[in-house]
């Protein structure tokens, strides 16, 4: 097969991607940054969730804290969450629902890795509780999203 043969069908790929891209609504390059300097005040706590997976990359998935969908993530973006120290329920959903529990503390930051499977109709999705080394690894190679 030659380039002039492949080259319209990448077009097509590329222009999927970008589309995803835009179907969820991004933070701004500074919100960002400062959300990357992992400050947590003293009175509350700090929730990321990041997908840093390439895999499904084009497939939104809705988040939901505390049982209000509040975000939606695409591949290589996370969203964070400053909240009032206690008990809190995330859940993903996908072609399934995962969900992790967290009992937060004040001036801790808690990360959560949403893991993209292969699913049978579109992608799955598992959430896993991750030590900050991870967590922080993780959400730097992503890019925020509005929540």
């Known amino acids: 097969m030659s380039?002039?043969?492949?080259?319209p069908v990448l077009l097509i790929v590329c222009a999927g991607i970008l589309a995803a891209c835009t179907a969820i609504p991004m933070a701004s390059t500074d919100e960002?940054?400062?959300?990357?300097?992992?400050?947590v005040r003293p009175d509350k706590a700090r929730i990321y969730l990041y997908r840093d997976q390439s895999f499904g990359f084009a497939f939104p998935m809705t988040v939901a804290l505390a049982g209000h969908a509040t975000s939606r993530t695409l591949g290589q973006t996370y969203v964070?969450?400053?909240?009032?120290?206690?008990p809190y329920e995330l859940t993903s959903y996908a072609e399934d629902t995962s969900t992790v529990r967290l009992n937060t503390e004040p001036g801790k930051a808690y990360y959560i890795w949403q893991e993209v499977k292969i699913g049978f109709w579109k992608a799955r999705s598992e959430l896993h509780h991750v030590d900050e080394e991870r967590g922080r690894k993780g959400v730097i190679e992503c890019r925020l999203g509005q929540s």
């Open 3 to 7: 380039f002039t043969t492949i080259r």
């Open 32 to 39: 960002d940054s400062l959300a990357k300097r992992f400050a």
């Open 80 to 86: 964070v969450w400053e909240v009032e120290p206690g």
